[in-house]
């Protein structure tokens, strides 16, 4: 009779560890298999659009940029770091900037040498139509563009 009992308590601690993991608040040992079952499904997107950013990531690889685009709750904030400044790339970002709509609020750009761009971009009330993988997408074009164009200078 012991077997049993340690079995369901067993049982009911998984079922516990999945309730916690997937962040569920459900009380129903179905309803909690349900959320995470819905919780896999996202992190299953989340992987997705991870291994697309390594994809693109690695098509701008030999530009020597690190993108970073954080979703804010009315847009995103941008940082943009090279160890060689990349003259008129500052002018092509702001450029991606103004195709998404997206309005500077806070900027710091130091180019010394270096670039470092650190801006927040805001769209009023059409964040949601746009996510932060485009944003740097676009980012990361703008990149290569004035990469491409310091080339041929």
Request: some cysteine.
């Amino acid at each position: 009779m012991g077997s049993k009992e340690e079995e369901r308590s067993a049982f009911y601690q998984k079922i516990k560890q999945l309730r916690s993991v997937s962040h569920s608040n459900a009380v129903h040992k179905t309803s909690i298999i349900v959320d995470a079952s819905k919780y896999i499904e996202e992190l299953k997107k989340k992987v997705e659009r991870l291994n697309e950013d390594i994809t693109s990531s690695s098509e701008y690889s030999t530009l020597p940029m690190q993108v970073r685009v954080e979703t804010l709750d009315k847009g995103f904030r941008i940082n943009v770091y090279s160890e060689e400044d990349c003259p008129g790339l500052l002018v092509l970002i702001l450029e991606a900037f103004e195709e998404f709509g997206l309005d500077v609020c806070d900027a710091a750009v130091s180019s010394s040498n270096k670039f470092h761009l650190q801006a927040v971009g805001e769209n009023e009330g059409h964040v949601d139509d746009i996510d932060a993988h485009v944003v740097k997408e676009a980012i990361l074009k703008a990149i290569k563009n004035a990469s491409e164009r310091n080339n041929q200078d």
